[in-house]
């Protein structure tokens, strides 16, 4: 749902409560929340679907969602998890290709949605704050991968 008037400055105070909007200021969070919408999840609804091709990006504002990947034979494995304030979907929105997994609400989320093209259409500024969000969100989600990879658990 697009952002009405008369609910913005509720939904504000919720983006600026959320760690990934922490070096953006006002303007820039009026302008993401007059681009992108929020969606309202229930328990197990799914957000987004592996493979489905969605060139949007998440920003979780309040909730959790559990991580699915589906194996070859199509079992079902929870790889992981993501709360307040985390991301998801900056693979889908940069190289513009299929999602790599499943998104799953583990109860009640609110989740801000923003799409390429909305995106593309904001200011400059905005953009270069985003984009570097993006690449440190995903520089430290390498980060943890690779000490996975060196130091599995047993």
């Not at 998890?81 to 499943?102: I, K, V, Y």
Request: glycine share 8%.
């Amino acid at each position: 749902m697009k952002v009405g008037d008369e609910d913005k400055s509720k939904w504000l105070a919720l983006l600026r409560g959320v760690k990934f909007f922490n070096e953006f200021d006002n303007a820039d969070l009026d302008s993401l929340l007059s681009s992108g919408e929020i969606a309202h999840y229930k328990f197990h609804d799914y957000v987004v679907k592996e493979n489905d091709v969605d060139f949007s990006f998440f920003v979780i504002l309040k909730g959790s969602v559990k991580i699915i990947k589906f194996g070859p034979l199509r079992e079902r494995k929870e790889i992981g998890s993501l709360n307040n304030g985390d991301c998801f979907g900056e693979m889908g929105l940069l190289l513009r290709h299929g999602r790599t997994a499943s998104i799953l609400a583990s109860g009640d989320c609110y989740i801000f949605k923003l799409n390429v093209q909305d995106l593309d259409s904001m200011e400059l500024s905005t953009q270069v704050k985003l984009y570097r969000k993006f690449a440190e969100e995903l520089a430290e989600k390498l980060k943890l991968t690779t000490d996975q990879i060196i130091r599995p658990t047993l």
